[in-house]
Structure formats: structure tokens, C-alpha cells
């Protein structure tokens, strides 16, 4: 297929694939992604069909089963509720399977699996070999197990993916969510968070240092600058600086840092504007390593401080605190949750008071393969975040929690941008990750960091960054637009008044 480039600049060119337009970038910000980086997967799923499935069905079986013919509407009612899961994994499966590409603007190469990977397993190498692609799933399981190589760069081969790996639901994927992510999203107790943040936050401060690099934030960070690649400290204070700007922290204030993890933005808050904060973790490492930073920042420990306890036992009654900010911690609350999580915020907030949440999710408009990764998540790196949702299901919670909303930055660029850097600072400690914790901790990782840099780049999943204070009457809303950074633009051509 012929490739013509139309048009070029420093960030951004138009390649033609036959009679379509995909534009490729150029900006050392980010993981540029190759044409077939840019290929659209499979999203179809239509929810009155598996509705007509599940009800139709039945009434079929009913009528031409011996024994349950005879039965009325009862004897439907059962068959209804005795077919319908396994009618809807079979629909699952299927439209995964045989559903077409959003578009097809790019064409894939169609090149042999084995140009991509090296299976060492007889049993799946018998499988999967030559233009029998491998289903995801199945994929990253073996990769972790030594079974299977990638033959070259992990990013470099997943940007690739859709040309080798195939993205269907598996036996494996449906097991997952109804023995583990289901009851966990129905239950999510203290004792469930505490063991799930625990067994994860207190594996290493190494561990996590050999990719979070020496500020130890383990949310996104936010490029200011398109002509040259910031360092990963440099978008972490930009993003540090613009959460601070945005809660318009004085030195009167008492800020309320929730899920802070290493301290960082609350040793920030407290060094550069000197207000009172409390952060809280459920992380032990991560409550030493905080209270360490801020006294090595020479800020007043009586000032500053980080508690480890669940976000269910914060310290302070009706509007103890002036300011909230809560960085990706809301999405380990769970959907059973939120809706009590945002109303204890509200609580906690004093009525002039605002509240900074950053929480990432996954887009409405999903493809199998958005699925697919959050499943991939959920298991291996973030046990119990399962309300990474929409924006529009964040932004309903929280109005109907008594907040109104100021701002919303949208942040998935860079988070691609943050996550491709923990990328490289990790394969650059893989002898040390190897040594101490083991090779199959360096895959999974690396396998984690390499596919959400791609994930988070094309809106599989974003992060949002949501500016809020309590929908009263009586707030000062004006007063806030000093800080309303989306309003206030440079123009990039000069403005003449239309008279």
C-alpha cells in the first residue's frame, strides 16, 4: 500500500493510507507512536442484541426441550436466569472475536508472529504460529512465565501488536472477573485494601524508585514543553506546582493530601507554601519515607506530617480542612465506595475550601482491547482499583456528592509522556530488579510500564484532573478565577475586535 507524506512540522505529519488520513507526531515529549501504532481494534458490542439473546434463547429451548416445554412462564423465568450468564460470555467472546476494527485506516503489515516474539512452549508454539496471532491475554501470562520472548524492545514490539496478538476475551479473563474482580468490587472492606495496598506499596521503596526515579510520585506528571523532552522530575514538579497553584495554598491553610504515597506533593505544599498538611497512606514504607522527606526538607514536623490508616479513619470533624487533594488514590475507594468517599470529602472540606481530584479511567467509547488491559491491571499491578471509570461517571459522583465543578484538565498524553520515562529509568535497573526481586517481577513491570505508555497516548485510558469546591450559594466563585488556568490563554495570532 502506497505512503505519502502531504504535510510535515516539528510535532506532527499526515500520512495517507489509500483514501484516509492518519496524522503520526514528532515531539521528543512524548513516545511518538509508528503508522501501525495507530491502527484501530475492535469495539463492537451492541447491549440490545445480548438483551434479545438472553431472552430469546430461553423462550427457544423452553419450547423444544422435553421436560421444561410443558412449564409456563415460571419454568421461562428459570430458564432465563439459568442461560443467561453462560449467553452472555458466549456473546462476549463472540463479538470479541468476529467484531470489526473501529476503521481501516491503517493496514497492518501482516507479517508472521514469529518476526515479533519467540515462543519457547511446544504447546503454544503449536498454537500460534505464523499469521495466527496470540490472544493477548494469553500472551502477557507466558511472557511472565519465560515462556515466550519478545525479540527486540518490549515497546518497540507492543507499538507492533496488533500485527501478532489478537485481542479476544479468554476462558482465563472471564474466571478472573467472577472470582476475583467481581466479590472484590462487592465487598472492597478495610482489611481487603489494607492487604491489597500493603502487599503492593510495601513490596521495596527500591523497587519502585528503580522507575519513579528520585521524586518517588507515582501519578502523571505534565508536559509544559513540546520542543524538547523534560526530564521526569521536571513533569512531576510542573504537575506538583499546577495541583498546588490550583488549591491556591496560602500559609494559612490545611491541606488534607489523601492516598499521598511517598509525601512528595505533601513535602512540596509544606516547603513551598507553607501550610499545614496531613497526608494519609496505608502504605508502613511509604509513611517512613514521607515523614523523612519532609523533615530532610527542613519543613516544621508539627506542621507537616504523613498518618498510616485507612481514608475511613482521617483525622477532623465538619470542614477541618481548608483544601483536599486526592492524586489517582480514588480509584482503590471502588465503585461500591465512591459515592460515601466523595460525601466524607465533602464533609471535610470547609465550606470556602477546594478540592484538587485526579483520578485516571477507562474511555466510555472502549474497544476489547481497553478491556482486555484494565482486566490485565486490575490482576497484576492495582488489586482492587476498580473504579477507574469514565470521566462522566467521576463528574456525576461528585455533583451528586454536594461539589460543583470548576476545571477539568484532561491528562493522558501525559501520562504517556510520565509512564514512558518510568519505562526507560526501569529496563535501565533491570540487573538490580533481576538480582533482588526476581525475573518475573522485571516482566511483569516491564510489560506494564511498556503497554500503558501506548495505552495512555491513544485514550484507552486518561487521567483527569478535576478542580471543585462545594456547590453553595454563598462561594466566592470569582475570587477563583486568578486560578482558573484554562481561561487565561496567550493567542497565537494577533486578536482584532470585531466592530
Partial sequence: MAQSVLSSSAAASTVCMSSYAVRVTNTPAI???????????NGYFSNRHLAALVLIVPWILKRILPVVNRGGFKTYIFMVLVTGLPITVAYWTAMSIYGPRKNQKVVLPGRSIEEYITIHDDELKAKYHGKEKIPMQIFH????????????DVLEVMEQRHDWAKMVFTPELFKYVFTQLVPEVIVHSKSQDEEQVRGHYDRGDDFYEW????????????????TVEESLEQLQDNKLTVVCEKLELTPEDRLLDVGCGWGTLSAFAAKNYGCEVTGITLGR???????????????DTNKARILCMDYRDIPGGNGAYTKIVSLE?????????????????????DDDGIFVLQVAGIRPHWQYEDLIWGIFMNKYIFP?????????????????AGFEVKNIDVLGVHYSATIWRWYKNWISNREKVVEKYGERWYRIWVFFLAYSTIIS????????QLTLHKNLNAYPRILGMPSHASIHVTPRVEISPVV
Fill in 384 to 400: 482492587g482499583a476498580d473504579a477507574s471509570c469514565s470521566l462522566g461517571w467521576v463528574v456525576n459522583q461528585v455533583e451528586a
Fill in 457 to 464: 497516548r491513544q485514550g484507552s485510558a486518561s487521567v483527569f
Fill in 285 to 299: 514504607n511509604q509513611t517512613k519515607f514521607g515523614n523523612d522527606r519532609i523533615a530532610a526538607n527542613g519543613c
Fill in 141 to 152: 501470562d507466558a511472557y511472565f512465565e519465560g515462556k515466550i520472548d519478545f525479540n527486540g
Fill in 329 to 349: 488514590m480514588a480509584e482503590h475507594v471502588g465503585i461500591r465506595r465512591y459515592g460515601a468517599f466523595m460525601r466524607q470529602m465533602y464533609d471535610l472540606l
Fill in 31 to 41: 513516545k511518538n507512536a509508528p503508522l501501525t501504532g495507530l491502527a484501530e481494534g
Fill in 211 to 226: 522507575f519513579l526515579g528520585p521524586r518517588m510520585v507515582y501519578t502523571s506528571g505534565i508536559v509544559k514543553d513540546l
